[in-house]
């Protein structure tokens, strides 16, 4: 048990091996990361819910995920990265970039505030995540778009 | 496209300005006999703010901008894109001037189900009548009670910014005597009551198939496409197919559909985006057994 929450505490850090992606076009990278925000938010979900026991190591070691992830990702916007390897990213993005930073600053200041105090149980850990998840669904509300 | 409707719509008012007495007599607003909305009751106010949830309509009357309790002030004013010009969706807060508060139960079931307004006149389907057509009698009584208890705002919504000949509403008869009915969309086994439950509020209230579903050149459903996913009326993107037959929600469960409709989660764990956004925060809302009752409905429907 220790040992698997210890490898997936390393693997949501990106120390793990598949973090060394050989595409390293913008597109790819802020989806690689979108991916990692997504398996964090996965082992929040999965304490939340009761499918998995409550573990201080793995909820603190997702929300830093989060928490730091966001810190970088709206760098990987680049002019000319609009389109291309199937992003999802909206034009929108590129009109209201102050706004776009704003909204990943908000995740990632939500996320350090619940980790400065963390849940320490089960339900807990559910309402810091329906605060997470409006975070999600605000910018994705703007700035993602499903192309298929 | 654009071009096409235009003229297809043209067409249809120009039939309505020479064929007249006839077009006229086909396409006149129609609403029920005052005996349909006779002898409900007084409305369960619980029921009537579930209902009000399912029909999501604060995603388009709500006074933009607002966040929390602030959404339930409905003055309306929200533009509203679509192929044929911008709506506003109007102020129907309980408001007896700007609003629709001093209006009787029939003039408000008849605008829900008929698409007819206060004076008689179409109403444009943007407003979504042509699923609201299926709701029952009860749960408009229900849900007529419930909205006497938000707010008044005095707000006056602008007007529609539309074109000729889509600023004519007579032109509207035409597209209800083609598009407008309450027969289901799709077949399910109605036997099982959590599936009727799901058609019922997918197909109804829910007004899941006035994004999800593919419209004609004319605006009304393409009829075997129910769900199969459609272009996003805003612009870019896609509004994504729900069917069975989806790359992606083919393969959730019933249960991953309504853990969806719930936290706005994927079983990948990506979150709701786009429009879909406001729906799913109006699906939180309901019981857990109707967003069950959606995800089986959603299973049941042909795969497309």
Same mark, same amino acid.
């Given at each position: 048990m220790k040992i698997r929450a210890l490898m997936l505490a390393a693997a949501l850090a990106g120390l793990g091996v598949t973090a060394v992606t050989a595409a390293d076009e913008p597109q790819a990278v802020r989806q690689q990361l979108m991916k990692k925000v997504g398996a964090a938010t996965g082992a929040l979900a999965g304490i939340a819910k009761g499918e998995k026991p409550y573990d201080a190591e793995i909820v603190k070691a997702s929300l830093t995920t989060i928490s730091e992830t966001m810190k970088t990702f709206p760098d990987h916007f680049p002019a000319g990265s609009e389109t291309g390897m199937e992003t999802e990213a909206s034009p929108k993005i590129w009109e209201n970039m102050d706004d776009f930073k704003a909204k990943a600053a908000k995740l990632g200041s939500d996320t350090a505030a619940v980790l400065a105090q963390l849940p320490a149980d089960q339900a807990g850990v559910g309402a810091a995540l329906g605060g997470i998840g409006k975070d999600c669904g605000s910018c994705h509300e703007t700035y993602r778009l499903k192309k298929n | 496209m654009g071009r096409r409707i235009r003229k297809l719509v043209s067409g249809l008012v120009f039939l309505g300005l020479v064929g007249g007495g006839a077009f006229w007599w086909l396409t006149k607003p129609a609403p029920w006999p005052a005996a349909h909305w006779e002898g409900l009751g007084e409305p369960d106010l619980a029921n009537g703010e579930q209902v009000f949830w399912a029909g999501g309509c604060v995603s388009c009357h709500a006074k933009p901008g607002g966040e929390g309790d602030a +959404?339930?002030?409905?003055s309306g004013g929200a533009p509203l894109k679509s192929p044929f010009g911008t709506f506003h969706a109007p102020n129907i807060s309980p408001d007896e001037t700007a609003g629709i508060g001093a209006w009787t139960l029939a003039e408000f079931g008849n605008a829900m189900t008929r698409g007819v307004g206060r004076n008689g006149e179409h109403l444009y389907p943007s407003f979504p009548y042509a699923s609201?057509? +299926?709701? &029952?009698p009860k749960d408009i009584n229900d849900l007529w009670g419930y909205m006497k208890t938000l707010p008044k705002a005095s707000d006056v919504a602008p007007g529609h910014e539309l074109p000729f000949p889509y600023n004519l509403r007579l032109a509207l008869g035409g597209w209800k005597l083609l598009f407008l009915t309450d027969t289901p969309r799709a077949a399910v086994d109605t036997a099982d009551a959590k599936l009727a439950r799901g058609q019922y509020l997918v197909e109804g209230p829910g007004h899941c198939g006035e994004c999800h579903t593919p419209r004609n050149a004319l605006g009304g459903f393409e009829a075997s496409q129910w769900l199969a996913g459609a272009p996003n009326p805003e612009g870019e993107g896609r509004i994504p197919n729900i069917t069975p037959g989806s790359k992606s929600i083919g393969g959730w469960s019933a249960s991953d559909i309504a853990s969806y409709l719930e936290s706005?989660? &994927?079983?990948?764990?990506d979150s709701v985006g786009g429009s879909m956004v406001e729906v799913q925060k109006n699906m939180a809302k309901l019981s857990a057994a109707d967003r069950e009752a959606i995800s089986a409905y959603l299973k049941a429907v042909p795969a497309l």
């Amino acid at each position: 048990m220790k040992i698997r929450a210890l490898m997936l505490a390393a693997a949501l850090a990106g120390l793990g091996v598949t973090a060394v992606t050989a595409a390293d076009e913008p597109q790819a990278v802020r989806q690689q990361l979108m991916k990692k925000v997504g398996a964090a938010t996965g082992a929040l979900a999965g304490i939340a819910k009761g499918e998995k026991p409550y573990d201080a190591e793995i909820v603190k070691a997702s929300l830093t995920t989060i928490s730091e992830t966001m810190k970088t990702f709206p760098d990987h916007f680049p002019a000319g990265s609009e389109t291309g390897m199937e992003t999802e990213a909206s034009p929108k993005i590129w009109e209201n970039m102050d706004d776009f930073k704003a909204k990943a600053a908000k995740l990632g200041s939500d996320t350090a505030a619940v980790l400065a105090q963390l849940p320490a149980d089960q339900a807990g850990v559910g309402a810091a995540l329906g605060g997470i998840g409006k975070d999600c669904g605000s910018c994705h509300e703007t700035y993602r778009l499903k192309k298929n | 496209m654009g071009r096409r409707i235009r003229k297809l719509v043209s067409g249809l008012v120009f039939l309505g300005l020479v064929g007249g007495g006839a077009f006229w007599w086909l396409t006149k607003p129609a609403p029920w006999p005052a005996a349909h909305w006779e002898g409900l009751g007084e409305p369960d106010l619980a029921n009537g703010e579930q209902v009000f949830w399912a029909g999501g309509c604060v995603s388009c009357h709500a006074k933009p901008g607002g966040e929390g309790d602030a +959404r339930l002030v409905l003055s309306g004013g929200a533009p509203l894109k679509s192929p044929f010009g911008t709506f506003h969706a109007p102020n129907i807060s309980p408001d007896e001037t700007a609003g629709i508060g001093a209006w009787t139960l029939a003039e408000f079931g008849n605008a829900m189900t008929r698409g007819v307004g206060r004076n008689g006149e179409h109403l444009y389907p943007s407003f979504p009548y042509a699923s609201y057509v +299926r709701m &029952t009698p009860k749960d408009i009584n229900d849900l007529w009670g419930y909205m006497k208890t938000l707010p008044k705002a005095s707000d006056v919504a602008p007007g529609h910014e539309l074109p000729f000949p889509y600023n004519l509403r007579l032109a509207l008869g035409g597209w209800k005597l083609l598009f407008l009915t309450d027969t289901p969309r799709a077949a399910v086994d109605t036997a099982d009551a959590k599936l009727a439950r799901g058609q019922y509020l997918v197909e109804g209230p829910g007004h899941c198939g006035e994004c999800h579903t593919p419209r004609n050149a004319l605006g009304g459903f393409e009829a075997s496409q129910w769900l199969a996913g459609a272009p996003n009326p805003e612009g870019e993107g896609r509004i994504p197919n729900i069917t069975p037959g989806s790359k992606s929600i083919g393969g959730w469960s019933a249960s991953d559909i309504a853990s969806y409709l719930e936290s706005g989660f &994927t079983p990948e764990f990506d979150s709701v985006g786009g429009s879909m956004v406001e729906v799913q925060k109006n699906m939180a809302k309901l019981s857990a057994a109707d967003r069950e009752a959606i995800s089986a409905y959603l299973k049941a429907v042909p795969a497309l």
